[in-house]
């Protein structure tokens, strides 16, 4: 018997991604070093767009509830913008249908997920980043398990994620054996423009996948 089963409401745990999908947390720091090991320096102007993006964030956020439209409008699109995703040798896909199959507990029983990934960002087939974004009433942590298994549909891994609700955001690698691992979260709420670290990673990425 086959079952299908949206991915959002049926598996919203990393728990649960590990029990369906066998995948594997890994400790080691060194496994995805591109978020936190030589950066590339921003330049002033990508530095003060990084400022303007979290003032413009900042304010609406302080009238109020801010949806996912508004989200991707003012802090995701352009930061993809400013990393280079929409440029070339990138392509920028939206919407995109996912479907995945869970690990079979009897021979007889099957249970296929699916949903639609926000923002996909691919090259040389490779999915670079998948992107869940959301608006400011979403946990972030809902969309850590739901990005997780999204790059798990892709056979082309290691694949990279980016989960944001705007005010806070985290990366996540996962690598064609089943393992992941995600980075610190980024807040913009703390003194320092942590913006700057989203967009350095995000360059970071880039810049190393245009060298394969």
């Not at 393992?179 to 990673?201: A, K, P």
Request: proline share 3%; net charge negative.
């Amino acid at each position: 018997m086959v079952t299908t089963l949206a991915i959002s409401r049926h598996c919203n745990s990393l728990a649960e991604v590990r029990a369906r999908f066998g995948v594997k947390f890994n400790p080691d720091v060194s496994f995805f070093s591109e978020w936190h090991q030589n950066l590339p320096t921003l330049t002033e102007q990508e530095l003060q767009r990084c400022d303007r993006i979290k003032q413009q964030y900042l304010y609406h956020r302080d009238h109020g509830h801010i949806g996912e439209g508004l989200v991707n409008q003012i802090v995701i699109s352009p930061l993809l913008d400013i990393a280079g995703f929409y440029d070339s040798p990138f392509e920028v896909k939206t919407e995109q249908p996912v479907q995945i199959e869970a690990v079979k507990i009897e021979a007889d029983d099957e249970i296929i997920y699916r949903s639609r990934i926000d923002t996909l960002v691919i090259h040389k087939k490779l999915w670079v980043l998948v992107i869940e974004s959301k608006g400011t009433s979403f946990n972030i942590e809902e969309g850590m398990a739901q990005a997780l298994i999204y790059m798990l549909s892709n056979n082309s891994q290691p694949t990279y994620g980016f989960i944001s609700n705007g005010g806070f955001s985290i990366f996540v690698k996962a690598t064609k054996d089943g393992q992941y691992i995600f980075s610190d979260e980024f807040s913009v709420y703390r003194r320092r423009n942590e913006l700057y670290g989203v967009l350095g990673t995000m360059k970071n990425i880039a810049q190393s996948l245009i060298l394969i």
